[in-house]
């Protein structure tokens, strides 16, 4: 038997990024009440963790100005674990008041990307960090970190596993030890993933470490693999593939939450969820929004829809 399959999880968590990441990238304005309806539909699926949308500033990202109302109109639903991403301060505290009882901060691992997308250097963008943990421990909210273009920098290229380390022991000094590790921009591959999550395993054996993945260039599913073979067991996924990062040049949509869904159960890898109501969701996302963002599932199907045998034929002798 092999290493991997000694080691690898039989359960995992898909946390659907859609009504953020996915929603973000669109320009034209999705009505509120067409993103209330497909977050209920969601979690119809059996889907059990939602990142809702960000509190970010409504000129940063117009398409989530309304980041307070959808919050007040799905907080009834049941069974869900609710998250939201926060650039700063301000927005931890809009979160907060909204009901939000699980945060997740905004941290680049270069200072190209984090000036393009926070405006400041990284060491700048960590000593704002301190405050929305301190204001959400006093609120009794779960906070977790995030290190965006931690496998590669449209910029600056691979980021040295070093400074990815550095990242973390400062948010081990801010006690936050369930960490994202985003392939912003889809520049990672396998073997890159294997490494950094062994290293970082060894170095912070009790922090959580998870993948967000995109799928610009094609490896997303490879890299959830190898993840998955490092005993990771939290992904970030959404449906219909939609989503990408505005501050970041030729960003890709995340991969799909049906696709990754699909290659786990046919490796006997739990999570829980539904894919065949999964795959009436995003067909019903493809049509609201107008597009997918390449999604295997919705052109090809699962594997278990067999096609009708073809009928034989009279030979010709």
Not at 137 to 162: H, M, Q
Not at 163 to 187: F, P, R
Not at 300 to 315: D, F, I, R, V
């Amino acid at each position: 038997m092999k290493m991997s399959e000694k080691t690898s999880p039989n359960k995992v968590n898909i946390w659907e990024v859609l009504p953020r990441d996915g929603f973000q990238m669109e320009s034209k304005w999705i009505p509120t009440e067409e993103k209330i309806r497909i977050i209920k539909n969601l979690a119809s699926t059996g889907i059990k963790h939602i990142e809702v949308t960000s509190f970010v500033h409504p000129r940063a990202i117009p398409q989530l100005k309304d980041a307070e109302e959808v919050v007040a109109r799905v907080k009834d639903l049941e069974d869900i674990q609710f998250r939201a991403l926060v650039p700063n301060l301000r927005g931890a505290q809009r979160a907060i008041d909204s009901g939000i009882n699980k945060i997740k901060l905004l941290l680049s691992a270069t200072d190209s990307h984090s000036l393009s997308n926070s405006n400041c250097l990284v060491s700048e963008a960590q000593e704002g960090l301190l405050p929305i943990v301190e204001l959400a421990a006093s609120k009794g909210v779960k906070v977790g970190g995030s290190i965006t273009v931690a496998f590669g920098c449209p910029y600056e290229g691979k980021v040295p596993l070093e400074k990815i380390i550095s990242i973390v022991e400062h948010y081990q000094e801010l006690g936050v030890t369930d960490i994202s590790l985003a392939d912003t921009v889809g520049m990672g591959n396998p073997k890159q993933v294997s490494k950094m999550l062994s290293v970082l395993k060894e170095k912070f054996p009790l922090f959580k470490f998870s993948l967000h993945l995109h799928n610009t260039r094609g490896m997303a599913l490879a890299n959830a693999v190898a993840a998955l073979d490092q005993g990771v067991t939290d992904f970030d996924s959404s449906t219909a593939g939609l989503g990408g990062c505005p501050y970041a040049p030729n960003a890709a949509g995340n991969i799909p939450t049906e696709d990754l869904i699909h290659a786990f159960h046919e490796m006997g890898v739990d999570t829980g969820i539904d894919l065949d109501k999964v795959l009436e969701v995003a067909k019903d996302v493809k049509q609201t929004i107008g597009h997918d963002g390449g999604s295997f599932l919705l052109q090809a199907g699962p594997n278990y829809k067999l096609s009708a045998k073809p009928k034989g034929q009279t030979k010709l002798v």
